[in-house]
């Protein structure tokens, strides 16, 4: 018998999101006059869960990986959020991320609270029937605290509507079919139209309705986005659509740049065709620092965390920052950039697109109705439009950052969830 290997979390940036989300909640929660008692109550997660996943390799080896689920806080629904699986996630970063979500749902107005999971592994390096093993063995160990009125899913960071498709199978194999238990699923099996670019979709709403606030003309804007994901390769490809010039892309593979504007659908075509960019003769290739440090109208980070930091923040030209990734920008990064008139919209905001359509997804699966994929995107972007304007009035009548206004709002309306609960 085989000793099992063990996969040890690979550390997060220590300057990370875990640090920078408590630091921006206390700056909120200053802002608001809460009590210590009261941050207490909204810092501290609800219930944290670290699980053992040995997994039996295709070559008879077995490897044991780890996974956790965390979630923040329920007082306004169901916990919420995605799974993840990435060589970096440790429990940390899944705390930051439940806490980010907890807010963001709030911030526009959906009755879900915040959750996060993922398991600390390079899902490139795993075939589909590992991937599909991991993910039944990671379902089984937290199954106990999901529900479609307890923790609902769904794709984040190297998850697909495919893995979505075997936390149905393997949720629902225990507990009866139980569709609205995970979203972002394949249409097939009660997904919603439209999730698949919701994200992107929201990125793209946000950028035009953030370039018409500060002034900045909408026609042909600049655009460069770290990352070429689900979210960053649909924020291009819509943003493109509606006459932006994106002028600079990447993924794991480099960084891509031509000023007079990327041929997004040749990328999408060669990405889809070698499963990333590496090869492509579309653009010159620069490093993924020089991509972040180019002049632009709108720098959209949609890959990691943690990418704008102290170290490089001094050097970013972009007039203005779109967070399309979770926490892409350090606490520290953001004094330097607001020092430089640069502002940022905020994840909680700018990439709310997923979880909103999400909560259609939800609704849908529970009134066992579909909408059409013209009444989602309307309702999307009905919802997020009112999360930005309630986000900039605040900013404006309280002379603050957008970040805090964000983190306010959210802030705010889960408090208020829980005094009426009698917490």
């Known amino acids: 018998m085989s000793t099992p290997a063990t996969t040890t979390p690979t550390a997060a940036p220590v300057d990370g999101i875990y640090e920078s989300t408590l630091r921006q909640f206390e700056l909120a929660a200053d802002a608001l006059g809460m009590d210590e008692h009261w941050r207490t109550v909204l810092k501290t997660p609800f219930r944290e869960m670290s699980v053992q996943i040995p997994l039996r390799k295709d070559d008879g080896t077995l490897e044991v990986f780890h996974g956790y689920r965390v979630q923040h806080n329920g007082s306004r629904g169901p916990m919420k959020g995605g799974i993840r699986y990435h060589p970096h996630v440790d429990l940390n970063e899944v705390r930051a991320l439940a806490a980010l ?3 963001k749902t709030a911030l526009v107005d959906l009755p879900f609270g915040g959750a996060k999971g993922g398991v600390n592994c390079d899902a490139s390096t795993l075939s589909p029937s590992e991937l ?3 993910t039944r063995k990671y379902v089984s160990r937290i199954g106990l605290i999901l529900g479609p009125y307890r923790d609902i899913p769904a794709p984040d960071m190297n ?3 495919q893995i979505m498709a075997w936390v149905l199978d393997e949720y629902s194999g225990r507990n009866g079919y139980s569709p609205a238990v995970v979203t972002g699923k394949p249409v097939s099996m009660g997904g919603s139209l439209g999730r698949e670019a919701a994200t992107g979709r929201g990125v793209m709403i946000i950028t035009f309705k953030t370039l018409e606030s500060l002034g900045i003309s909408r026609e042909h804007p600049r655009v460069v986005i770290q990352g ?4 960053g390769s649909n924020t291009a490809r819509l943003l493109t659509a509606h006459g932006s010039k994106v002028i600079g892309i990447s993924d794991i593979s480099g960084a891509y740049y031509n000023a007079s504007g990327l041929n997004i659908a040749d990328a999408l075509e060669y990405s889809k065709n070698n499963r990333d960019l590496s090869g492509w003769t579309g653009g010159d290739k620069i490093s993924n620092d020089d991509l972040l440090e180019l002049e632009c109208d709108v720098l959209i980070p949609a890959a990691l965390g943690d990418v704008i930091t102290e170290r490089n923040a001094g050097n970013i030209r972009a007039r203005v920052i779109v967070e399309a990734a979770n926490a892409p920008v350090s606490f520290g990064a953001d004094a330097i950039l607001a020092d430089k008139g640069i502002p940022v919209v905020p994840d909680i905001l700018a990439n709310s697109g997923g979880v909103i359509v999400s909560y259609f997804e939800w609704v849908q699966n529970l009134q066992q ?16 439009t009112a999360g930005y304007e309630q986000m900039v009035a605040l900013a ?12 306010m709002i959210g802030l705010k309306r889960v408090m208020e969830a829980e005094i009426m609960r009698g917490t």
């Open 396 to 407: 404006q009548g309280r002379n603050v950052p957008f970040r805090m206004a964000a983190f």
């Open 228 to 231: 070429f994901g689900n979210v």
């Open 101 to 103: 979500m907890a807010w």
């Open 132 to 134: 599909q093993r991991l």
């Open 159 to 161: 998850t697909t509507p």
């Open 369 to 384: 109705f579909r909408w059409d994929e013209q009444d989602v995107n309307a309702k999307l972007e009905k919802l997020i």
